[in-house]
C-alpha cells in the first residue's frame, strides 16, 4: 500500500491559515537529528474553517474509543461512557441511568457473575457516588427470573468472596513490620524499601524451612531423649563421659556445649524411634526426606518469584526498547515519599539527572581509536588482576584450611580463623574491586553497578565452593573426627561472625560517620545507604543458611533471628544516620537480578549438598547414616525393599532414573525452549512491523485533514457551487483502510457536498 | 477505632469493599485518616466535602508536586473540593491491589493538565516544571525532551500523546506500578 504522501519536506500547496507554524514532515525512518529542533505543526481552531474540520474531528470514532483502550476485556467496552470528557469531572449531568441502562439492556449481560460485574465497576472511572447507584441499580433489576441452579451458583460465589475477603482482612493484619516499612518509604524511596521489603521476604521463606526441619526432624529426636533417655549418637560413652557444662563462649563458637545437642547433625539417631505404639518412625528417612522436601520447597517458591518478577519486569517492561525519557519523566516521582527533605532531594536529583543525560545527548563525541584502544587494554588489565584477586582469596582460604589441622594454634583462634578470613576477604576485595572500576571508566553508572554486583558474587561464591570442597574431601579422610559435625559448628561460626560484622560495619560507617560529621569534621558527608552491597549480604548469609541446614538442623531459626536483629538494627541506622541518595535506583529491574544471584546461589549450594549426599561417605560412629557408605544408600534400599511388595513402583522407578528417560526428557525441555523462542522473535518482528503501519496511518491521517482544511477553506471563499469533486477525486481507491478513515473519507465527501450546495 | 467502626452501616461498608480494591479494614484506616484533616467538620456530617486545602493537610499529598492535579481528578465537583467517597476512591486506585491499567488511566488524567484527552507539548512542560521543583530546565533543554518523548512516545506524529499511545509506553517502562503508589 503506497501512502498518498510519502516524501519528505512536504509543502502545503495552499496559503497556510492563520495561526499556524511553519511546519515539516520528519521522516520517521531517518530518525532526529540531535541537532536542530523540529518545529510543530498546530491545528489552531480560530477561523470557521477550522472550527468545521474540528468538529469532523470530534466524531472521529478512533476518539471516541480514546478513553476506551483498556484491557479489562472487550466487553466492558461497551458499558463504558462514550464522550470525550471524563464523567470524573465536574460535567453536571448524572451519567448513573444511562449506564446502568446500557447495562441491563445489553443482551450479553445476563450471562455475567457476580463477580463479573464486580470487577467491571471497581475499574470504571466515575466516582464512587455514581458506582453505588449504578450498583444498585443494575442489582435491583437483575433480581428477576434466577432458577435455582443460578441461585446456587450465586451463593457458591458470594461464600467464595467472602471468604477471600476474610484472608485479605487477616493478611492485612498480620503484614509484618508495615509501620517500619512506610516510614522508611516515606524518607527514602522506593530504593532503600527494596532492601526491607528484600529481608522480609527471605524471613518469610525461611519460616516453612524451620517448621518442616522442626516438625520432622528435631521434635522427634527431642521426644526420644526425653521419653527414652537413650544416649545420643554421637560417642557411645564411656564410664567416665566428661559432661561440658555451658560457657558463654559456645555461642561464639558452636563447640563445647552445643555438640551433644540437636544442634548438629551428629547427635541425630540412626534407630526406628518408636514412641506411640506400633508405629515406626525412621530417622534415617525423616532426616533425607525432610532435606529434600524443604529443598524442593524453596525451589518452587524461588522459581515462581524469578519468573513472576522478570515477566512483568522484563518481557511486559520489554527490556530491549528503553524508553528513558518517558520513564524519567512520568514514572519519575515517587508517589511514597512523604518527607520535605525527601522531596527536595528527588526534585533535585531528577533536574540533575535530566540536565546530565540531555547534556550528553546533545555533544557526544567519538572516541578515537587509540583512546579506545587504551580503554580495552586497561579494562582486560583489570579483569584479570581480578581474577588473580579471587584466585590468590581461594587459594588463602584452602591453604589456612588444611594448615589450621596441621599446626598447634591456641583454641579460640584455631577455631575462629577460617570464618574470620573469608569475613575479611569479603570486606576488603570488593574495595579493591571499586578502585579497579574507577579505573575502567565506565560510561553508565548501571554498568558499573552490575559488573561491581558479578565481580563480588563471583567472589563469594569461589571461597565458598573452596571451602565446601576442602570439607568433603580432605576432612571427611579424618575418621576420628564427626566430620558432618564439625562442618555444621563451620557453618555456624560462619553465620555468627558474619552477623558480628554487619552490625560492627553498620555501628562504624554509620553511626560513627554520622557523628563525625556533625561534630568534628564538618565537610564529610553522611553517609548514604548501599543498597547493593547490603543486598548482597543478605543473599550470602541465605546461602549459608541453604548450605547448612542439612548438617546443622537448627540454623534455620539461628538466621531466622539474625535476620530480625538485623531488620531492626538497620532501620533504625536507616532513619538515624543516612539520607536519601541523589543518585536514583531502578528497584524494579535490580529486584529481578538480585532474584537470580539468589537463585544461582541456591543452586550452587543444592549441588554442593546433593554431592555430599551422594558421593562422600558418612562418618562410622554418629549421626543417623553411620556405618553407610553413602548417605543415599538408604534410599537404594528403600526402593529395593518394595520390590517384593509393589514390583510395578520399583519398575517405574527405575524407568525414570535411567539415563534414556532423562536424556529424552531434557530433550524435549529443549526443543520447547527453542520453539518458544522463535515465537517470541515472530512478536517482536510483528510489534515492529505494527508500529511502522501505526506511523503511516498517522501521516495519512494527517494529510488528509490538511486537505479536508483546503477543501473548506476553497468552498468558503467561492461562493458559487462548489466541485465536491476535487475532495472525491482524490479518493483513488480503498488506500485508506482503517476504520475511522472510511468513515471520514465519507464524511468529508458528505460535508464539502452540503457546502457546496 | 470504634468511633470510626459506628460512622458506616454494614451496607455501606460492604459497597465499599466490592466496588474498591480495598477490605473493610483498610477502608476504616482510610476513614481514620480522613477524619484527622478536619475533625469538626467530618465529626458532624461524614459526608461533608472537604476543601482542597484541607485535603493537601494529608503528609502523602502535601510534597507531591502533582498534588492539586490528583484532587482535581478525583473529586466529583471537578474543583478539588473531595468527599470522603472521592477520598476513598483515590485511595483505591493509589493501592497496590489496584490493577494496572486503572492506575495509567488516572495517571493519564493526572498528567493531562488542560483537560482535552490530550497530552500536548504544553502539558508535558508543565508536569517537567513540577518535577524539577525549584531549579528549572533551560528552553532549549526542555524543547529538547519535549521532543524526545514524543520522538519515543508519538506514534501517529500529531504532536499529542493520545491515551492509547501513553498507555503503551507507559506498561513498557517497569517502575510505574511502583512508584505511583500510595500507602496509608
Avoid at chain 1, 468545521?52 to 461497551?78: M, V, Y
Avoid at chain 1, 516510614?183 to 527514602?188: A, K, N, P, R, T
Avoid at chain 2, 459526608?47 to 490528583?70: A, H, W, Y
Avoid at chain 2, 513540577?130 to 500529531?158: P, R, V
Amino acid at each position: 500500500m503506497d501512502p498518498p504522501c510519502d516524501n519528505d519536506g512536504y509543502a502545503p500547496a495552499s496559503p497556510r491559515t492563520e495561526g499556524d507554524e511553519e511546519y515539516e514532515m520528519v521522516d520517521r525512518n531517518n530518525g532526529p537529528t540531535s541537532s536542530g529542533l523540529r518545529r510543530r505543526k498546530t491545528w489552531s481552531a480560530q477561523n470557521e474553517t477550522d472550527r468545521e474540520t474540528a468538529r469532523l474531528l470530534e466524531s472521529l470514532p478512533s476518539r471516541q474509543l480514546e478513553s476506551l483502550a483498556t484491557t479489562l476485556g472487550k466487553d466492558t467496552i461497551h458499558f463504558k461512557h462514550r464522550r470525550m470528557k471524563s464523567f470524573h469531572g465536574g460535567s453536571g449531568v448524572d451519567p448513573s441511568n444511562e449506564i446502568a441502562d446500557a447495562m441491563t439492556n445489553d443482551p450479553q449481560f445476563a450471562e455475567k457473575t457476580e463477580d463479573e460485574i464486580e470487577e467491571m465497576l471497581k475499574g470504571m472511572t466515575t466516582t464512587l457516588s455514581s458506582k453505588r447507584v449504578i450498583m444498585h441499580k443494575v442489582s435491583s433489576r437483575r433480581k428477576r427470573g434466577v432458577g435455582r441452579f443460578t441461585r446456587f451458583k450465586y451463593n457458591v460465589a458470594m461464600n467464595w468472596q467472602h471468604f477471600k475477603y476474610s484472608v485479605a482482612e487477616v493478611m492485612y493484619s498480620l503484614e509484618l513490620w508495615k509501620s517500619h516499612l512506610k516510614l522508611i518509604e516515606g524518607h527514602f524511596g522506593t530504593g532503600v524499601t527494596s532492601y526491607f521489603l528484600f529481608l522480609k521476604w527471605l524471613f518469610l521463606i525461611n519460616i516453612p524451612v524451620f517448621l518442616l526441619t522442626l516438625g520432622f526432624v528435631v521434635l522427634p529426636q527431642v521426644l526420644y531423649r526425653w521419653l527414652k533417655q537413650d544416649p545420643p549418637g554421637y560417642i557411645e560413652p564411656s564410664e567416665n563421659s566428661t559432661y561440658v557444662s555451658f560457657t558463654g563462649i559456645e555461642l561464639l563458637t558452636g563447640q563445647g556445649w552445643f555438640e551433644n545437642t540437636e544442634l548438629y547433625y551428629g547427635f541425630y539417631t540412626n534407630r526406628t524411634i518408636n514412641l506411640i505404639g506400633n508405629h515406626n518412625y525412621e530417622m534415617k528417612y525423616a532426616y533425607l526426606f525432610t532435606c529434600g522436601g524443604y529443598y524442593l520447597l524453596c525451589l518452587i517458591i524461588l522459581a515462581t518469584s524469578i519468573l513472576q518478577s522478570y515477566r512483568k519486569y522484563y518481557i511486559e517492561g520489554s527490556g530491549d526498547i528503553n524508553f528513558y525519557y518517558i520513564s524519567k519523566v512520568f514514572n519519575g516521582w515517587d508517589y511514597g515519599i512523604t518527607s520535605v527533605e525527601a522531596a527536595r532531594l528527588k526534585h533535585k536529583s531528577l533536574f540533575l539527572e535530566l540536565s546530565e543525560y540531555l547534556a550528553g545527548f546533545k555533544g557526544k563525541k567519538e572516541k578515537t581509536l587509540s583512546a579506545k584502544c587504551q580503554l580495552f587494554m586497561i579494562r582486560l588489565c583489570t579483569n584479570i588482576a581480578v581474577l588473580g584477586l579471587i584466585g590468590a582469596s581461594g587459594y588463602l582460604i584452602y591453604y589456612l584450611s588444611s594448615i589450621i589441622r596441621r599446626i598447634e594454634i591456641p583454641y579460640l583462634i584455631d577455631v575462629l580463623a577460617i570464618p574470620l578470613c573469608i569475613t575479611g576477604v569479603h570486606l576488603i576485595l570488593p574495595i579493591l574491586f571499586h578502585l579497579l572500576e574507577r579505573l575502567e571508566c565506565y560510561v553508565k553508572p548501571k554498568t558499573e553497578l552490575y559488573i561491581h554486583m558479578i565481580r563480588t558474587m563471583t567472589l563469594k561464591g569461589v571461597t565458598l565452593i573452596v571451602l565446601v570442597n576442602f570439607w568433603f574431601t580432605e576432612l571427611s579422610k579424618d575418621s576420628t573426627l564427626c566430620w558432618e559435625t564439625y562442618v555444621g559448628e563451620e557453618i555456624y561460626r560462619l553465620v555468627i561472625v558474619d552477623f558480628i560484622f554487619t552490625l560492627l560495619v553498620t555501628f562504624l560507617f554509620e553511626f560513627m560517620r554520622r557523628i563525625v560529621a556533625n561534630y568534628c569534621i564538618k565537610s564529610l558527608s553522611v553517609a548514604e545507604f548501599n543498597i547493593g552491597r547490603n543486598t548482597m549480604d543478605l543473599i550470602y548469609s541465605q546461602t549459608l543458611c541453604w548450605l547448612g541446614t542439612f548438617y546443622c538442623p537448627l540454623l534455620s531459626c539461628i538466621v531466622l533471628i539474625k535476620l530480625v536483629i538485623i531488620f531492626y538494627v538497620k532501620r533504625v541506622s536507616v532513619i538515624q544516620n543516612c539520607q536519601p541518595s541523589m543518585r536514583p535506583w531502578r528497584a524494579a529491574r535490580s529486584h529481578t537480578i538480585f532474584l537470580g544471584f539468589l537463585f544461582s546461589f541456591f543452586l550452587l549450594t543444592t549441588v554442593a549438598v546433593a554431592c555430599g549426599i551422594i558421593f562422600v561417605e558418612p562418618s562410622d560412629n554418629c549421626g543417623p547414616y553411620k556405618g553407610q557408605n553413602q548417605t543415599y544408600q538408604v534410599v537404594t534400599e528403600l526402593i529395593d525393599s518394595w520390590k517384593d511388595d509393589y514390583t510395578w513402583l520399583t519398575y517405574t522407578i527405575e524407568f525414570i532414573s535411567s539415563p534414556g528417560f532423562i536424556a529424552a526428557v531434557v530433550i524435549i525441555l529443549g526443543m520447547g525452549t527453542y520453539y518458544l523462542r522463535l515465537v517470541m522473535i515472530g512478536h517482536k518482528q510483528m510489534v515492529t512491523l505494527l508500529e511502522q503501519q501505526l506511523t503511516l496511518e498517522g501521516k495519512d491521517k494527517n494529510f488528509l485533514l490538511k486537505l479536508l482544511q483546503d477543501v473548506n477553506k476553497k468552498n468558503k471563499d467561492k461562493k458559487k457551487t462548489s466541485r465536491p469533486l476535487t475532495a472525491t477525486s482524490y479518493l483513488s481507491d480503498d488506500t485508506v483502510t482503517s476504520p475511522g478513515g472510511r468513515t471520514f473519507i465519507r464524511q468529508v465527501a458528505e460535508a464539502s457536498s452540503r457546502t457546496g450546495l | 477505632m470504634g468511633g470510626s467502626q459506628s460512622a458506616f452501616t454494614e451496607q455501606e461498608l460492604d459497597d465499599y469493599q466490592t466496588l474498591t480494591y480495598l477490605t473493610k479494614k483498610e477502608i476504616l484506616h482510610v476513614y481514620k485518616r480522613f477524619f484527622t484533616l478536619a475533625p469538626q467538620a467530618v465529626n458532624q456530617d461524614k459526608n461533608t466535602k472537604l476543601g482542597i486545602s484541607d485535603i493537601q493537610k494529608l503528609p502523602e499529598l502535601k510534597v507531591n508536586p502533582f498534588r492539586e492535579r490528583i484532587c482535581k481528578v478525583f473529586s466529583s465537583s471537578g474543583d478539588g473540593d473531595m468527599t470522603f467517597e472521592d477520598f476513598l476512591d483515590m485511595m483505591s486506585v493509589f493501592s497496590d491491589q489496584a490493577p494496572k491499567n486503572v492506575k495509567v488511566e488516572y495517571a493519564f488524567r493526572i498528567y493531562d493538565f488542560d483537560e482535552d484527552d490530550y497530552i500536548s507539548a504544553g502539558d508535558l512542560k508543565e508536569v517537567i516544571d513540577k518535577l524539577t521543583g525549584d531549579q528549572k530546565l533551560s528552553e532549549e533543554d526542555m524543547q529538547q525532551l519535549i521532543d524526545n518523548i514524543f520522538m519515543e512516545a508519538d506514534l501517529d506524529d500529531d504532536e499529542l500523546l493520545s491515551f492509547a499511545e501513553f498507555e503503551h509506553v507507559i506498561s513498557k517502562a517497569p517502575d510505574f506500578i511502583n512508584s505511583f503508589r500510595i500507602r496509608l
